[in-house]
């Protein structure tokens, strides 16, 4: 069996002088508050522009029915929960499903605020899960997660641009060089991952084996070795070991994004406004290229919602529309992000309990 203790440290990080730990930690903070006011600077600006009081008037029109869209968000966040329940290996899934759930809204909660959320928040995935397995173990299961779900994200924004290039068309060279970059990325990725899976692909040993070749691979790489390869290796074996579920997740994942279609479809009908699946489904592909490209601002706060006033105007409706639409969405957003901090300061506190009963016996 994995140790839980391959990824910590054998020795306290004394090496390090305090005030260049202190420096880089300021860089950081400022860095995620620059990141942060540039996006909340720039939803004030779209909001301003399209004035505030339209856009009141088109959330007055949700009322209760917001509770659907809170409830299609919710859905969600436990059916990514459930495919990294699955991506967990049978001889270390005997835990139950609820904690997969508080490792799912932790790691959002933590991807929400932070500038590096999508890293921290996987990370903070497999911590969660440590108390079940070993942490080789929810690292591998977090990776097999993401990137099964992101193999669906970028089948999905390759027929989110062919709907949208059926029904509306380039609309201008500007719109067609856009939309030739993200079938030429996402086609890129999609290859690479899919070469990856099938040939085996192990990178990582590929690149410590190099540097220590070459004398210059990092101490604590060297000694974190094992685990980071049996992470590695369980990733690129899942396919070929664990064939049903493979499929299974890949499965939940898509249903993922069927919900995410809904919740749009939804969101515009309680806004007053024409709806069709066409529409939901290609707002869905793009907004996901949104916040993909600008996840380095925590939460995507502006980008996002001016992200979907552009999709929207594309399509014909108004850019106050789109912005509505992304607020509501924004609620549903933060009320799951709420979960994830209590879930996050419950089980803090429950670790400082622990530690002072056992200094206390």
Not at 54 to 75: E, Q, R
Not at 115 to 127: E, K, N
Not at 215 to 240: C, S, W
């Amino acid at each position: 069996m994995q140790s839980e203790n391959y990824f910590e440290p054998d020795l306290q990080p004394t090496a390090v002088p305090a005030t260049k730990m202190s420096r880089k930690t300021h860089i950081l903070i400022l860095v995620h508050a620059v990141t942060f006011l540039l996006g909340l600077a720039l939803l004030v600006f779209v909001i301003y522009r399209i004035g505030y009081q339209s856009l009141l008037d088109s959330l007055a029109t949700i009322g209760w029915g917001f509770a659907i869209i809170l409830g299609l968000n919710v859905a969600r966040h436990f059916l990514r929960a459930a495919s990294l329940y699955r991506a967990v290996a049978p001889d270390h899934r005997k835990f139950k499903y609820r904690h997969a759930v508080a490792a799912r809204f932790g790691g959002e909660a933590v991807n929400f605020f932070s500038f590096a959320g999508p890293f921290l928040g996987d990370a903070t995935r497999a911590v969660l899960l440590k108390r079940n397995m070993p942490l080789a173990e929810g690292a591998s299961a977090v990776i097999i997660d993401n990137i099964l779900y992101y193999v669906t994200v970028i089948l999905m924004v390759l027929a989110g641009v062919a709907v949208l290039l059926a029904g509306y068309g380039s609309n201008g060279s500007t719109m067609s060089n856009v939309l030739l970059a993200i079938v030429i990325v996402a086609l890129l990725l999609f290859t690479a991952l899919i070469f990856a899976m099938a040939k085996q692909v192990k990178p990582l040993t590929r690149i410590i084996d190099f540097l220590e070749k070459r004398g210059i691979a990092p101490g604590f790489v060297l000694k974190q070795r094992k685990g980071l390869t049996d992470v590695e290796r369980n990733v690129f074996q899942f396919y070929h070991d664990r064939r049903a579920d493979f499929f299974i997740v890949f499965g939940i994942s898509s249903g993922v994004h069927a919900i995410s279609v809904a919740e749009v479809f939804a969101a515009l009908k309680l806004l007053g406004n024409e709806s069709t699946v066409a529409n939901a489904f290609i707002i869905e592909s793009l907004t996901k290229v949104i916040n993909a490209v600008f996840s380095f601002i925590p939460g995507t706060i502006g980008v996002y919602e001016g992200g979907n006033g552009l999709i929207l105007k594309t399509l014909g409706y108004t850019t106050a529309v789109g912005v509505a639409l992304a607020l509501v969405r924004r609620g549903a957003i933060l009320f799951s992000t709420f979960v994830g901090l209590v879930i996050l300061l419950w089980r803090g506190a429950a670790r400082g309990a622990k530690h002072l009963a056992d200094e206390g016996s």
